[in-house]
């Protein structure tokens, strides 16, 4: 029989969701250099939605596979495969 703090020891990897959020935004703006409210992120199945401006939405757009590159570098435990456009 396992002891509680075995059983719970898997759950302590889960990272909070606002967290996530925070990281996401500030790596695409890294990489766009221009900000992008926390609010508009939302991470859901390996995909990131942003929701934001055509011009940005455009630039994110042009620097996807760097975005794409740098969210998977900064979260090793969950993969990112596309950008989503809301």
């Known amino acids: 029989m396992q002891n509680l703090a075995e059983l719970l020891a898997r759950f302590q990897r889960i990272e ?4 996530i959020k925070k990281k996401i935004t500030t ?3 890294g990489v766009v250099s221009f900000k992008i409210a926390e609010g ?3 991470v ?3 995909k990131v939605y942003i929701k934001a401006h055509p011009v940005q939405k455009n630039l994110i757009f ?3 596979d760097e975005v794409l590159s ?3 570098s900064n979260f ?3 993969r990112v495969d596309s950008v989503v456009f809301l």
């Open 70 to 72: 740098a969210i998977n």
């Open 16 to 19: 909070n969701p606002a967290e």
């Open 62 to 64: 042009v620097k996807k």
């Open 27 to 29: 790596v695409v703006e």
């Open 76 to 78: 090793p435990s969950q």
């Open 40 to 42: 508009s992120v939302k």
């Open 44 to 46: 859901s199945e390996g």
